[in-house]
C-alpha cells in the first residue's frame, strides 16, 4: 500500500531529445507527488509537484503528467541537456495525514551530448 | 548551499569506533529526517523528529542512535557499526511534519566502515 513502484532503472537519452519517467502507486490516499532531482554528491533537490486536483503540471521544460484513474503519475523533460543528466526520484504523501514521503527507487537518467 | 549542512562530508571508520554524523538547518524548519542511501535501497527512511521530539523509527539497529536537541540540529551516533551499513547519510529538513511541506535534503555524509 505505501510502494511507489518507478521506471525505468535507468534512462540514455540523446540531447534535444524527450526524457519520460514513469511511476505508479497504490495508496489512494496519497495527495501529493513531487519529483525529486540529484546530482553527484549533492541531496535530492525538490524539482517540480503536482496534488491530484489537476492532471498535469509545467515548469519550464519539466511537465508531471497525472492520471489519478490509473494511479500513475509521470516526468517529462523535454528539450533534454546533459546538464539534466542526475538521478530522478517521484515520490508520494498522504499530505492530509502528515505521513513522510514514501519514493520512488529512482532513475538515473544520462543526456548523450 | 541548501541551507542544510551536513559534517563530515565523508567518514571512513572501523567497526569498533565510535563517531557522529551531525547535521544543521538554517531554515527555521521544525521537522528533520535522517535517510540512509545505498545502491540496494536509495532512500530508506531512518528517523524523523518533529519539533524535537522523535515520531517515527523505521525498525533501525540499536547500532545508530539520533539526538535532536534542539530544532536546527541532528545528530546521528554510530557504533559497532558493519561493513553494510556503509552508504550516503542524508539529513533533510521540513516546515512542517509531513511530505506535503517538501523537504529539504543535505549533500550527505560518505560513509565508509572498515
Known amino acids: 500500500q505505501q510502494q511507489v513502484k518507478q521506471s525505468p532503472q535507468s534512462l540514455i537519452v540523446q540531447k534535444g531529445g524527450i526524457s519520460i519517467i514513469n511511476c505508479a502507486y497504490e495508496?489512494?490516499?496519497?495527495?501529493?507527488f513531487p519529483w525529486y532531482q540529484q546530482f553527484p554528491g549533492k541531496g535530492p533537490a525538490l524539482l517540480i509537484a503536482?496534488?491530484?486536483?489537476?492532471s498535469e503540471k509545467k515548469e519550464g521544460r519539466f511537465t508531471i503528467s497525472f492520471n489519478k484513474s490509473a494511479k500513475q503519475f509521470s516526468l517529462h523533460i523535454m528539450d533534454s541537456q546533459p546538464g539534466d543528466s542526475a538521478t530522478y526520484f517521484c515520490?508520494?504523501?498522504?499530505?492530509?495525514?502528515?505521513?513522510?514521503?514514501?519514493f520512488g527507487g529512482g532513475t538515473r537518467l544520462m543526456v548523450k551530448p | 548551499e541548501t541551507g542544510v549542512t551536513q559534517t563530515p562530508r565523508h567518514l571512513v571508520m572501523g567497526m569498533t569506533n565510535k563517531k557522529s554524523l551531525k547535521c544543521e538547518q538554517h531554515?527555521?524548519?521544525?521537522?528533520m529526517y535522517w535517510y540512509k542511501q545505498s545502491a540496494k535501497k536509495p532512500l530508506e527512511l531512518m528517523f524523523v523528529?518533529?519539533?524535537?521530539?522523535?515520531?517515527e523509527n523505521n525498525s533501525v539497529p540499536s547500532r545508530f542512535s539520533p539526538e535532536c536537541p534542539n530544532s536546527s540540529h541532528l545528530f546521528l551516533h554510530l557504533h559497532t557499526l558493519q561493513p553494510e551499513d556503509s552508504a550516503l547519510y542524508l539529513c533533510?529538513?521540513?516546515?512542517?511534519?509531513?511530505?506535503?511541506?517538501?523537504?529539504?535534503f543535505g549533500s550527505g555524509t560518505r560513509l565508509t566502515v572498515v
Open positions: 523528529y518533529s519539533l524535537e521530539e522523535r515520531v
Open positions: 515520490a508520494a504523501a498522504n499530505n492530509n495525514a502528515g505521513n513522510m514521503l514514501t
Open positions: 533533510a529538513s521540513s516546515q512542517g511534519r509531513g511530505g506535503g511541506y517538501g523537504y529539504t
Open positions: 503536482i496534488r491530484p486536483d489537476v
Open positions: 531554515l527555521g524548519h521544525n521537522a
Open positions: 495508496n489512494t490516499a496519497f495527495d501529493y
